[in-house]
Each structure stands twice: as structure tokens, then as C-alpha cells.
């Protein structure tokens, strides 16, 4: 949920026919089984897998599915070339409007205050920011470059803030183009980082209306963006306050400057609902977008209180019958289940007709939940799957310069970087390992206090066992909002925010490589220097990272970074 000057109610209804099988966990073998990789080419061997030897926790809740097909409407269509940016004036917010959206936020608050002070036991990688990425940087050429270096081919500025904080970047890649989204732009590039069309959110997901600031304008945050290699389409989403729903739109071909079909999902049973931070996920025949649903329309500013949390939610639909521009498309939705919070899909990069959903909770977890989805959509089924990890905490704001002193010590009194809460990053499914980051809270030995840190995790979904699970951290430096992608080879590029008392916000890269050791990452790299500070309480709340299906030896990487009191964006093409 986004802070803007656009603020509208939430609502919608539900419509329920019970129908659902719950299953054992048994194994998840048979989405590996039969793996003909999108990443891999024709001379890559074959991805082998073992006998799985793991079973559904007791504790893990059941979802309840019921058949709403009817619901889902389609909007209409929209042509991007027919549409404009739409200019505001930015605007900076310089204090804590205590507006990041958590299920216990007097719980969420006192963790936040403590944090610092907490010298969390979890594995700790330790890195160092300062490290030099002037020789590793580069502009649009190849050079030769040490073995521990990763290559920018290409790298440029992105989308700047426009009307909202956060920015929630979201970048995907298709055969020919580049898409950025943040709080309420998009952008289409070339692969060269040359500007396509720049456009408002508001009529791209909402063609109706007109998409300037008027009464007839919907309230929208928390954009998606991805491209789906198996039918070469685009989709994105984003949480429409007004209309109390998420609209999903999906492109009628690879191209992303044409026509897209507009389709809404609602959510929720009152009329007050609000659904935050839908994240979208496809599979070979199913699409799926998952809420936390929130009452009081999301709206932090009523009485100072935050609004009640009405558990978390996901829709199943037919993806043939979207990409077919179906006026009536098959669906199941999940009843709200207050046991879970923030549900994050998995980006699964092989062939599979299986959705894996996961989450970590908010803070002081230690399980990682794993819902395997399988079946054609009229006959679900759900396998929950429980994993003990490493207890996740609310990760302290970050660290950054004061206007007095530029000290590598010195305590910050200004404004920190909101880091948020602990719930799933990014999430990535290959070979039948799942790959999660996310903030945490993590002392590093030697430093004054504990600072906010990146997760790591690694599970095999086949066997169970937790492959890798550590923080990475760095002394004396805040690090944040990391986002995760896979070349064709199994490797691993990072993506994430940084911040120090002499460094203001700024974009660290790293990877971690199919040889590379567990519970580390390579040295990162600078990929872009903040040079200003950030005046909000709000960073985030996600960063992305996306696979060149045209190139699988590459990945594009965007985040946030300031050079001046408004946020900015920086997109860049990384060969691990």
C-alpha cells in the first residue's frame, strides 16, 4: 500500500460453493518429473530427482476453495500506444505516518523499537559495502573483468517518483522489451535502454476512467509485472481501492506497446475490505494472485489507527481461457485465513502445471510455509508444506547519513529507511529447488547493534531439507529488499538496497553461483551510488529481478536509490 495524496474506500463481495481436496504433501516429485527446462538448452543435461522422504506438518492450516467462476469480469481492452504519462507534482513526506501495513502492529511496533538492540543468533555472511565497483561497472561494452565480477551489459535510469513513495519496482523482460512499474507509472524500453512509451497506471488498468486526478479516478497501489515464457504474453496486476478489487491485465501478444485485455478480480466480504500487496504467479495452465485483506479501506489515517487484519486470500483462474480473451473465465477462491500473512507466489521457471505459494510470516517466525497447487481448476488441491527454519525478526530501519557528520560511526537521528516487516521478498522455483529473500533482523559480531539484513533460504522440494539459511549483513551498514533471479546455469543474481551513515540509500548487486559454497554470496558490487537521502518512512516495498527469456545467460535487475529527495529508479542487465 502505497502513501499518496489519492485516497479512496475499499470493498467487494463473495459468492461460495464449496469445492476442495485436501491432500498429503506425498511429494512434489512430479514437478520435476518430466522437466524439459526453459532454461536449459538442448545440450544441458537432464535434471535428475530423488525419492522425496518428506511429509505435510500437523500444524499446517487447510484452505478452503469455492467456485466463483462468473465473477472474474473482463474490463475491456487497452492499447498502451493510445495512452499518456501523466505528470504530478512529487512530494516528499518527512516523518513517520506509521503506515506499513503489518497483522499485529502493536506487536510490530515494540519489535521495531527493540530490534536494535536484539542480537539475533541467526547465520550471519558477512559482506563489505565499501567494496570498489568502478573496473566491474560498465556502459553497453564487454571488457575483460576479474572471475569474481558480474557483467552490466547494459544499465540506465529508470522511472522516478511521479506521485507516490514507495515505488514497489517491478521490471519483467520479453523477447524485445523492457517493463518497469512503479506507484502509478510504466515505462517500456529497448533492450538498450532507450525509452519506448512512458505511461499512467490509473487508464492502463482501468480503461473507463479517465486516469487524471479527478473524482472519477481510482485509488490503485502495490503494481506486479511478468512475463510468462510458455505462451510469450505479459500480465500484471494492481490493488484497485476503489473498486475493491485487483485488476489483472494480460497482453494479447509479445509485444507490450499494443492491446491488452483488462480483467477484475475482487476480493473480500465487506463492504470496508481492502486487498494489499497482490503478488501474481503463472503456471502452464493456471494464473494466481494472492492478497492480505485488510478492513477500513487500508486507510492508516482514520483516528491514528491501523486497520484490522481479515486474513489472507487467493484466486486460482484458468489462464487458456485468459490468454483466450474469455468473457467469462473459470476460477476458484480461497476463503480469508487469518492462520497465515502475506502469501508470496513463486516464480517457477520450468514448465509445470503446478503453483507453489509460500510464506514466512512477519517477524519471530521460524517456519516456511509452502502451499503446492496442483490440478486442473475445477478440481484443486492444495498440499501444505512446513519447514523449520532459522526464526525470522523485524528488521531495524536503516542507517543513513546525517546532516551534521558523515561518520562511519556515529549514531543516525534523522530519518531511517523503512525496512518493513519480514515477510517474502522474492520467491523462485528451478530444478526443484525454491529460492526465498527477504528482510530480516541480524546482529553481525563486532558491530555497535544489530542491523537490517538480508534473508537467504534454499529448500529442496523434493526431499524437504534446507539447502541454505542465512542472513547476510555487513558492519556498520543497513541492507534491504533484495530480489531474486536464476540464469539458465543455475546461478544466482541478487538485487538489493543499501545504506550506511556515510552512504546514503543506494543498490548493491552480488550472486551467488551454482559451484559457490553454501550460506554465502560473492562480494557485492556498486550498482548504483545513492547521493541523497531518504525524507519518508516508507522505502521498498519490493524490488525486482527478471530472466531475459531471449538471452538465459542474463537477468534484469531494478530497485530504488535517491540523488535527490524524491526517489529513483535504476535498471540494468547483469551476466552472471
Request: hydrophobic share 35%; with cysteine; glycine share 6%.
Amino acid at each position: 500500500m502505497k502513501h499518496s495524496y489519492l485516497r479512496t474506500k475499499s470493498v467487494f463481495i463473495l459468492v461460495t460453493t464449496v469445492t476442495i481436496s485436501f491432500l498429503s504433501v506425498g511429494n512434489l516429485t512430479v514437478l520435476a518429473q518430466g522437466y524439459a527446462s526453459v532454461l536449459q538448452d538442448s545440450s544441458s543435461s537432464q535434471y535428475s530427482v530423488n525419492s522425496p522422504s518428506f511429509y505435510p506438518s500437523k500444524s499446517a492450516v487447510d484452505f478452503k476453495l469455492h467456485n466463483t467462476t462468473g465473477m472474474v469480469s473482463h474490463v475491456g481492452l487497452v492499447n498502451i500506444s493510445n495512452l499518456q504519462a501523466h505528470k504530478f507534482k512529487p512530494f516528499v513526506f518527512t516523518g513517520s505516518t506509521a503506515s506499513f501495513l503489518t497483522k499485529d502492529y502493536a506487536t510490530y511496533k515494540a519489535a521495531k523499537n527493540a530490534s536494535e538492540a536484539l542480537r539475533a543468533t541467526t547465520k550471519v555472511f558477512q559482506i563489505h559495502t565499501q567494496y570498489s565497483s568502478n573496473n566491474f561497472i560498465l556502459n553497453k561494452s564487454r571488457v575483460d573483468q576479474p572471475r569474481s565480477s558480474s557483467q552490466l551489459m547494459i544499465q540506465f535510469k529508470g522511472l522516478e517518483q511521479n506521485c507516490c513513495v514507495p515505488p514497489d519496482v517491478q521490471l519483467a523482460v520479453g523477447p524485445s522489451y523492457v517493463m518497469e512499474m512503479v506507484n502509478l507509472d510504466g515505462a517500456i524500453y529497448t533492450k538498450g535502454g532507450s525509452l519506448v512509451r512512458e505511461f499512467g497506471l490509473e487508464q492502463f488498468f482501468n480503461p473507463s476512467k479517465t486516469g487524471s486526478l479527478s473524482s472519477d479516478t481510482d485509488s490503485m497501489s502495490d503494481p506486479i509485472l511478468l512475463f510468462d515464457i510458455q505462451s510469450n504474453r505479459w500480465f500484471a496486476s494492481i490493488s484497485d481501492t476503489t473498486e475493491h478489487s485487483i485488476r489483472v491485465v494480460v497482453s494479447q501478444t509479445a509485444d507490450p506497446t499494443g492491446i491488452w485485455r483488462v480483467y477484475n478480480f475482487p476480493f473480500g466480504s465487506q463492504l470496508d475490505n481492502c486487498s494489499d500487496q497482490p503478488f501474481i504467479g503463472i503456471s502452464e495452465d493456471k494464473f494466481v494472485v494472492a492478497v492480505n485483506n485488510w478492513a477500513n479501506n487500508c486507510n492508516w489515517y482514520s483516528d491514528k489507527r491501523p486497520p484490522e487484519f481479515r486474513g489472507v486470500q487467493f484466486t486460482i483462474a484458468n489462464k487458456t481461457e485468459m490468454l483466450a480473451g474469455s468473457n467469462i473465465v473459470e476460477f476458484r477462491q480461497s476463503e480469508s485465513n487469518m492462520n497465515y500473512f502475506s502469501l508470496h507466489t513463486v516464480t517457477d521457471l520450468s514448465p509445470t502445471p503446478a503453483i507453489l505459494i509460500t510464506s514466512v510470516g512477519d517477524f519471530d517466525h521460524n517456519n516456511l510455509q509452502v502451499f503446492y497447487v496442483n490440478g486442473p481448476v475445477s478440481n484443486l488441491s492444495i498440499r501444505p508444506l512446513s519447514i523449520t527454519i532459522q526464526t525470522s525478526h523485524v528488521p531495524p530501519d536503516g542507517i543513513q547519513p546525517t546532516a551534521a557528520s558523515s561518520s562511519a560511526t556515529q549514531q543516525s537521528e534523522g530519518p531511517e529507511v523503512g525496512t518493513g516487516d519480514s515477510r517474502v521478498q522474492s520467491a523462485l522455483w528451478y530444478q526443484g529447488i525454491l529460492q526465498l529473500a527477504f528482510n530480516d533482523g541480524c546482529y553481525v559480531n563486532n558491530d555497535t547493534k544489530s542491523r537490517s539484513c538480508i534473508r537467504l533460504i534454499q529448500l529442496n522440494t523434493n526431499t524437504g531439507k534446507i539447502m541454505q539459511d542465512f542472513d547476510v549483513g555487513a558492519p556498520g551498514s543497513s541492507l534491504y529488499y533484495p530480489a531474486l533471479s536464476l540464469d539458465r546455469a543455475g546461478n544466482l543474481g541478487i538485487i538489493f538496497g543499501y545504506s550506511s551513515y556515510s552512504r546514503s540509500p543506494g543498490l548493491l548487486i552480488s550472486k551467488h553461483l551454482s559451484s559457490d559454497p553454501p550460506n554465502s554470496i560473492e562480494e557485492p558490487q556498486i550498482l548504483k551510488q545513492g547521493t541523497s537521502n531518504e525524507l519518508s518512512d516508507r522505502y521498498g516495498d519490493y524490488f525486482a529481478a527478471s530472466l531475459d527469456p531471449s538471452d538465459r545467460s542474463a537477468i534484469w535487475i531494478a530497485g530504488e536509490y535517491h540523488e535527490q529527495p524524491i526517489w529513483s529508479t535504476y535498471v540494468a542487465r547483469m551476466h552472471i
